[in-house]
């Protein structure tokens, strides 16, 4: 991974670093950093926030504990329901509404970064639209009570899922066999992950 590639416009080269030798070690098969926008406040920022774009998600890095550990938050294109950007004085704010949950902003971007931000974002919402099962993912984030906590801290791909029992209800047809049915179609189809699949199927069936 070249750094000077992410350094295109006045990003911090050492902050960059770091941050990219962490997000390297993150990286899943076949994914890649587009770009990388690093906070800079009016006064010296020691300690910036960071947003990266890649080909699979959204990562935002917030230090935490006066930078002796960082937060991970990601969304992949999937739950990212759009984004946006308000220039202000002293650069702008970039925010990312997921399809369920609280907003995330970052401010302090410089102008420059967010509108790169803002277009490679729309770039990969684009591509995933065009995705199959798309639709029905969204469909369900929306309309089905699955939880609001769609950020997860590290994606974990190319396991081999265990083999799941099919669960038995007495009403075939009621909500909740719904709920699963439609949970193992997202599964099935990967459009979600073995974590997430076993979390809210436990939540499901802990409602009968």
């Known amino acids: ?3 000077e590639q992410y350094l295109t416009d006045d990003q911090d080269p050492r902050t960059a670093e770091k941050v990219l030798g962490k997000l390297r070690d993150m990286l899943t098969s076949g994914e890649a950093v587009i770009y990388l926008a690093i906070q800079k406040k009016p006064a010296v ?14 990562v935002f890095c917030i230090p935490e504990n006066l930078g002796l550990t960082t937060a991970y938050k990601t ?20 925010i990312t509404i997921p399809q369920r949950g609280e907003n995330i902003a970052i401010d302090f971007i410089p102008k420059v970064q967010a509108r ?7 770039e990969q919402l684009e591509k995933v639209k065009t ?17 609001d906590d769609y950020a997860s801290y590290i994606e974990i791909e190319d396991q081999t ?30 459009l979600i992950s073995q974590e997430e ?7 499901i069936l802990a409602r009968l």
């Open 197 to 203: 699949y076993e979390n809210k199927k436990a939540e």
């Open 131 to 147: 995705l199959p099962g798309f639709d029905e993912k969204i469909s369900v984030l929306q309309n089905e009570n699955l939880g």
């Open 75 to 94: 969304f992949p294109w999937a739950e990212v329901k759009e984004v946006s950007f308000k220039e202000e004085f002293f650069g702008s704010k970039f």
């Open 116 to 122: 790169k931000l803002y277009q490679f974002c729309n």
């Open 161 to 190: 899922p265990p083999s799941i029992a099919e669960v038995q209800i007495a009403e075939p047809e009621d909500e909740l066999t719904q709920k699963l049915q439609k949970l193992k179609t997202l599964y099935e189809k990967q």
């Open 45 to 58: 920022t020691l300690i910036p926030d960071c947003i990266a774009v890649t080909n699979k998600r959204i």
């Open 1 to 3: 991974m070249l750094i």
